[in-house]
C-alpha cells in the first residue's frame, strides 16, 4: 500500500512532492475519488455545507482541488445497498483516494460495513487521508479523540498501519489540541505514535514511514516517551 498520511491536506511543497512521488505521474494525468464519509459522523463538519465544500474543493485544505485529471465521489454509507460490481471496478481502476477528516470511527465503522476496509491493502491506489482519514488507518485513535461511538465500543480502527497519529498539533483553533495533550495521549497509546502539526504528513510505502514536514512533529516510542 502506498499513503499519504496528512493532518489538513497537501499544505505545502514539501507534502505536494511525495504525493507526486507516490503517485508516479502528473496529478493532471491521475483520476481521483474523494470520500467525504467521515465528515457525516463530526458536528463540526458535516453534514451541510462543509460535505459541500469538500467534495467541491472549496475548502482551506488542499485535496480535491490540485488538479486531477477527473474527480469522483464515493460515499460509504452507500455502499451496502448497491452490488459490489457497481463500485469495486471504479476504486480498482482509480489512481488515487482522497479521504476526508471528520470522526474516525464514524469513518472506520462504514469502511468495515461497506467492504473497503477489506479492499483497501489490494488496491494499486494511493490513499490520501486527511486528519480522520489518516488516524482510521492507525490499530486505535485513543480516548481523547472519541466523538461518535461505534456499536461495538471502543476505539480500535483498522491497524493498516502500526503507528497511532494525533494531528492538529497546536492549532490555533483547536485550543485541546497541545503538546501537553499530545505526550498524554502517547503515553497511554501503547505503540508507536506520531504527533503531526497541519504542516507535516506521514509517507508510508509498503509499511516503512517516513514523515514529510515543513512544520512541527515528535515521534513517540511504545512507551510513551518522545525520541
Not at 463530526?42 to 455545507?49: A, C, K, T
Request: glycine share 10%; hydrophobic share 45%; net charge negative.
Amino acid at each position: 500500500m502506498k499513503l499519504l498520511l496528512t493532518s489538513a491536506g497537501i499544505k505545502n511543497k514539501s507534502i505536494h512532492d511525495a504525493l507526486v512521488d507516490l503517485l508516479g505521474k502528473p496529478i493532471a494525468d491521475c483520476n481521483a475519488l474523494c470520500i467525504p464519509t467521515a465528515m457525516y459522523g463530526h458536528p463540526w463538519v458535516g453534514p451541510g455545507v462543509k460535505a459541500w465544500q469538500f467534495i467541491s474543493g472549496k475548502e482551506e485544505s488542499p485535496m480535491v482541488d490540485l488538479g486531477w485529471k477527473s474527480v469522483g465521489v464515493l460515499e460509504l454509507t452507500a455502499l451496502p445497498s448497491i452490488g459490489e460490481e457497481r463500485w469495486v471496478p471504479l476504486v480498482r481502476e482509480t489512481d488515487v483516494l482522497l479521504v476526508s477528516g471528520g470522526d474516525a470511527l464514524y469513518l472506520c465503522h462504514w469502511m468495515r460495513q461497506s467492504g473497503l476496509a477489506d479492499l483497501l491493502p489490494s488496491l494499486q491506489a494511493v490513499y490520501v487521508g486527511m486528519s480522520a482519514g489518516s488516524m482510521v488507518m492507525a490499530p486505535r485513535i485513543g480516548e481523547f479523540f472519541v466523538g461518535w461511538t461505534p456499536p461495538a465500543g471502543g476505539e480500535e480502527t483498522l491497524g493498516l498501519v502500526d503507528f497511532a497519529m494525533f494531528p492538529h498539533l497546536d492549532h490555533e483553533m483547536l485550543p485541546h489540541n497541545t503538546r501537553a495533550a499530545a505526550e498524554k495521549w502517547a503515553a497511554g497509546m501503547r505503540g508507536p505514535a506520531y504527533a503531526i502539526d497541519d504542516q507535516t504528513a506521514i509517507k508510508v510505502i509498503d509499511g516503512a514511514a517516513e514523515v514529510v514536514s515543513e512544520g512541527q512533529w515528535t515521534f513517540f516510542r511504545p512507551d510513551g516517551t518522545p525520541e
